[in-house]
């Protein structure tokens, strides 16, 4: 007995490992919820920063959003939309957050996208199919070589969100069958 509950155990703790980078089914039903499209939700593999929960969400018409964020606070922002890329537009589109809006962009290309800089802050934006993906933050806050390998390595959420219709409703055993519908609540001391 003691045997099997030490192996419940360690199958326990090595199904959390690697987790990092994986989106709960509920995580993936709250972005559909907000309008996301499945084949835009992605996830990343950023050492020292942990998903934000509560950032995952749609943006734009079916795109993706989330933040992921240290302990010491820095942020990194993932977003996947629709669209392609070019040369020719990467120094005409503003980096994201960069304050001013209008500052230079410096762009490099390599064998995994654009690499982007303004402002203090950067970006790496690849292609994959007909969805741009797009990894940013602060100078700071995280360094070139990581926003490379985690836009590399970004892929597609597992799930595919709720098939079907929600369940129905529980049974509350407290409604009539007949008349308005309030629950029915037995008199009592004081009613």
């Not at 499209?37 to 079916?62: C, F, K, M, R, T």
């Not at 590399?152 to 509350?172: F, H, L």
């Amino acid at each position: 007995m003691l045997r099997s509950v030490r192996l419940g155990i360690v199958a326990f703790v090595v199904a959390g490992c690697g987790s990092q980078g994986a989106l709960s089914q509920a995580l993936i039903d709250q972005a559909r919820a907000s309008g996301a499209a499945p084949d835009l939700i992605y996830v990343v593999d950023l050492p020292g920063y942990e998903l934000a929960e509560q950032s995952v969400g749609g943006i734009n018409e079916e795109g993706f959003g989330a933040f992921y964020v240290s302990p010491e606070g820095k942020q990194v922002q993932l977003r996947v939309d629709r669209g392609t890329f070019s040369h020719a537009l990467c120094p005409d589109r503003p980096v994201t957050d960069a304050d001013p809006v209008g500052s230079p962009v410096q762009c490099s290309r390599d064998e995994v996208g654009w690499y982007r800089q303004a402002a203090g802050r950067h970006e790496y934006i690849a292609v994959r199919d007909d969805a741009l993906l797009l990894l940013a933050g602060k100078l700071a806050d995280v360094n070139r070589e990581t926003l490379k390998a985690a836009i590399d390595g970004a892929r597609r959420a597992v799930g595919t969100g709720s098939s079907g219709p929600r369940p129905s409703p529980v049974e509350r055993g407290d409604l009539p069958t007949s008349g308005d519908g309030a629950p029915i609540q037995p008199t009592g001391p004081g009613g």
